[in-house]
């Protein structure tokens, strides 16, 4: 199993600031993805943390709104830059496990609030 | 597109009642499904998954069957406990651990 921790746990922003949300991970892993629940809806997937390289991007999500960093096997960062009440959601950080199962583990998420 | 569409909650029951939440799929070719649960306070948990048509998957009494001739997997349990209440949600794999998500469902079990 992998534990997750993410920082902050929730925050309330004023609208044209940026936050960075942190996600440490208790073991090596060799995939991290960035997840967005808004309110009302399905999680999303926003990107793919690389280790040592740029992120990997969905459609509908662009680097210079969400930057992400993962200098490590254990650590990335998700940036929400100039936010909207739009970006109010629950940003969720998620691992592959180690073996075969391949299952994915999640942390408890960010809930960011915009005014 | 792949897409997931999950039973519109909240569902509400009493202990000791039987549970059904429906999860249907839009996908190309045969993804894997999973069903994730989410309890208060907590971040989501794996609770089961299949790989293929006809596959079952259960874990602490909840059961789904992967059938790709109505492109359901839907979530059972014969009789529930207070401790299940939580958001389940369903899901498919697009590929590489990437999951596509229903909305999630919230169900409260009563005593």
């Known amino acids: 199993s992998a534990v997750i921790s993410q920082k902050p746990s929730r925050d309330i922003c004023q609208r044209g600031t940026s936050l960075t949300i942190q996600c440490q991970v208790d073991?090596?892993?060799?995939?991290m993805f960035w997840y967005r629940q808004q309110p009302g809806q399905s999680l999303t997937l926003i990107a793919t943390?690389?280790?040592?390289?740029?992120?990997?991007?969905e459609s509908g999500f662009v680097i210079d709104k969400f930057p992400i960093s993962r200098p490590n096997l254990t650590f990335s960062t998700l940036t929400v830059s100039n936010m909207s009440p739009e970006d109010s959601s629950i940003y969720l950080c998620?691992?592959?496990?180690?073996?075969?199962?391949?299952?994915?583990?999640f942390g408890e998420g960010s809930r960011l609030t915009v005014l | 597109g792949n897409s997931v569409t999950q039973m519109e909650g909240p569902v509400t029951l009493s202990e000791e009642a039987f549970l059904t939440i429906n999860c249907t799929y839009t996908?190309?070719?045969?993804?894997?499904l999973f069903w994730y649960v989410q309890y208060p306070g907590e971040g989501l948990q794996l609770l089961l998954k299949a790989t293929k048509a006809d596959d079952k998957g259960s874990n602490k009494g909840f059961e789904a069957t992967y059938r790709k001739e109505t492109t359901s997997f839907h979530l059972e349990k014969g009789s529930v406990q207070v401790s299940d209440s939580a958001v389940y949600f369903c899901?498919?794999?697009?590929?590489?651990?990437?999951?596509?998500f229903g909305k999630g469902t919230l169900l409260t079990v009563n005593p």
């Open positions: 899901a498919l794999e697009r590929s590489n651990y990437k999951l596509t």
């Open positions: 943390a690389n280790q040592g390289s740029e992120a990997t991007y």
């Open positions: 996908a190309t070719g045969y993804p894997s």
């Open positions: 073991s090596q892993v060799t995939m």
């Open positions: 998620s691992v592959k496990g180690q073996g075969s199962t391949g299952e994915l583990f």
